[in-house]
């Protein structure tokens, strides 16, 4: 195996939106992720991923990009970002960015071009259908964030554009040579400037099934979820080998891609030695009781849940592939909210989360917020919601018979405003994000969690994670952290989460001259104490979320929510 230099990093997802506002506008802006470059560093952060920057209309919060070439200036300007990417450097940081392709925003210059003259070249740079005979749209697709999945193309009646997100962003036809062209010289303009690559945003969705047509209506509206189109989609691979000779092969960049439909077997081919992308995200416990009915009958993942979808995931990858490893992210609910049970979430059960999620194979990636444990907020109204696809799916619920209580209750759990928040800095007013009146109002827990309470408690989710940081940097143990096979240790045990990282052995890596150190994490994932046998030798302990530990009789005593990282004795 050849190393690479991502291979060891520990990266860090900023929302800039709601990241730190340093000109009192409510918004967050790339001065205030400048600002916090050394508390990244401080963190032990070598890859940094802004979600979407550029100029867009904000209808999907950046993702519905209307200028590729620019930063809107609600977060700042190009020298900004160019500051960002070389102070970033200094601290050997690399800086990723947002790659948004399978479609722009309705305002793209290009999509003016199309319902100008849909016959002409931009016509062809996105999905425009004649509807039906009888004048509806062309299939019975429904977007991801609820509602029709084809709009009416403005000025041309009968005729219709597909968006499989938001109607503001019109799906680009990838089948267009010339429409990639345009997007590996943007990709390429953006490398020029010093980036250390992308995160792919819904990257699977590009390749279109070879016919449209409808598919065996899931609700009740007739509709069905247009995910089915990835069941049906074939030769992505054309487009993704060529996206990675044209531009990210010339740049050794890393990417990660957002790729929520990967079957097992098809992991290599993602991300394989020779595979599209560096690393994609393990969603499978994001994705577990997810239903098409909607949110309100999604079932919760218990910790039990999370242990075997992420031990499967594990398994698939094995130790060729490297996936990249998440508690939450702009788009999920907070994972101590979503993972630790009520009456069970406190500092404690957090850190164990993290030891559990943080010491897989893998490169994990800490979403702001998640390292000082931050919670789902409390949603007292509609009103107070603001992100489409929770009030695509507060309608449906609704629709489906939910009460309005009923409806608030079932998105306030699975809502993405959950992780949009402003960022917890301090116990000043809006949690020290803003002076101003933030976008989104503070989480009302903020006098509790934030940064500089952590910071002041040597306890803290924050040090206990710049523990775990700091443990996978260390040179006796970070070959077998970053590259020893994950093997689970006693799966059966209910709600206990134990896995071995394996020694690495001599000469696996050209550069290795001796096997590596044995490593095992334990983490007791309910609120009752139990007892674990521990293999023999397996006794030295290396980091534990309390302060007491027992060992006793060959057995590990894990209180409840204890964490244990052990190593043999004679390591
Ligand atoms: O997310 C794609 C997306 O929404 C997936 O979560 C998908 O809807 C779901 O998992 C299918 O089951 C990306 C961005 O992360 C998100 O913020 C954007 O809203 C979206 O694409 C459109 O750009
Ligand atoms: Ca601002």
Redesign the pocket.
């Known amino acids: 195996m050849k190393r690479k230099w991502w291979h060891d990093k520990t990266a860090y997802q900023i929302y800039p939106k709601s990241f730190l506002d340093t000109n009192g506008d409510g918004i967050g802006d790339l001065r205030g992720i400048i600002e916090k470059l050394p508390y990244l560093e401080d963190l032990g952060i070598d890859l940094l991923w802004l979600s979407p920057v550029y100029c867009s209309p904000m209808a ?2 950046g ?1 519905d990009i209307s200028d590729y070439y620019s930063i809107d200036p609600r977060f700042g300007t190009m020298e900004d970002m160019d500051e960002l990417i070389a102070e970033a450097k200094k601290r050997g940081i690399a800086v990723l960015m947002d790659l ?1 392709v ?2 722009c925003s309705d305002e793209h210059e290009w999509f003016k071009r199309a319902c100008a003259d849909p016959e002409g070249r931009y016509g062809e740079y996105f999905y425009i259908r004649d509807g039906r005979e009888d004048g509806t749209a062309p299939t019975n697709w429904r977007n ?1 964030f609820g509602g029709p999945a084809w709009d009416p193309l403005p000025g041309h009646p009968g005729k219709y554009y597909l968006h499989v ?1 938001h109607k503001k ?1 019109p799906d680009l036809n990838w089948e267009n040579p010339e429409l990639r062209e345009e997007i590996y010289r943007n990709i390429n303009w953006w490398m020029e400037k010093g980036l250390g690559g992308f995160r792919i ?2 990257i699977c969705n590009i390749k279109k099934p070879a016919a449209f047509h409808d598919y065996e209506p899931d609700r009740e509206d007739g509709t069905a979820s247009v ?1 089915h189109i990835l069941e049906e989609a074939e030769g992505i691979d054309v487009f993704l080998n060529e996206l990675k000779r044209r531009c990210f092969e010339p740049y050794d960049a890393f990417t990660v891609g ?1 790729v ?1 439909n990967e079957r097992a077997e098809e992991i290599p081919m993602f991300i394989g030695q020779d595979g599209f992308f560096c690393s994609i995200f393990d ?1 499978t416990a994001n ?1 577990y009781g ?1 239903s098409d009915l909607g949110w309100y009958a999604w079932k919760p993942c218990l910790p039990g849940n999370y242990r075997d979808c992420t031990f499967a995931a594990q398994k698939a990858a094995g130790t060729e592939c490297f996936l990249s490893n998440i508690i939450e ?3 999920e609910p907070r994972g101590a909210s979503r993972y630790i049970p009520d009456g069970e979430r406190d500092d404690t059960s957090k850190k164990a989360l993290a030891a559990a999620s943080f010491l897989l194979h893998g490169i994990p990636f800490l979403y702001q917020g998640q390292e000082i444990g931050m919670e789902n907020k409390r949603f007292g109204s509609y009103e107070e919601i603001s992100d489409v ?1 929770t009030k695509g799916e507060y309608q449906a619920a609704v629709e489906a018979g939910c009460s309005k209580e009923e409806a608030l209750r079932a998105v306030s759990a699975f809502s ?1 405003d959950n992780a949009r928040t402003p960022m917890q800095w301090d116990g000043s007013p809006h949690a020290g994000f803003t002076s101003g009146t933030p976008w989104l109002m503070e989480n009302e827990n903020y006098k509790r969690i934030n940064v500089e309470a952590n910071l002041q408690d040597p306890e803290s989710v924050l040090h206990f994670y710049r523990k775990l940081i700091r443990l996978k940097k260390d040179p006796a143990l970070k070959d077998t952290l970053v590259y020893g096979e994950t093997v689970p240790y006693l799966p059966s045990e209910e709600n206990l989460m134990a896995y071995f990282r394996k020694s690495v052995p001599a000469g696996w890596l050209d550069d290795l001259h001796e096997d590596t150190p044995e490593i095992l994490a334990a983490v007791n994932m309910c609120g009752k104490k139990r007892r674990i046998p521990l293999p023999e030798k397996m006794r030295k302990i290396l980091l534990s979320n309390l302060p007491v530990q027992e060992i006793r009789d060959g057995a590990l005593v894990l209180l409840p929510w204890q964490a244990v990282v052990l190593t043999k004795e004679d390591a």
Request: aromatic share 22%; hydrophobic share 25%.
């Open positions: 999907d919060e993702y948004v399978n479609h991801y997100f962003q945003d819904a995910r957002e929520f969603f994705h997810r992210n702009h788009d696809s993405r």
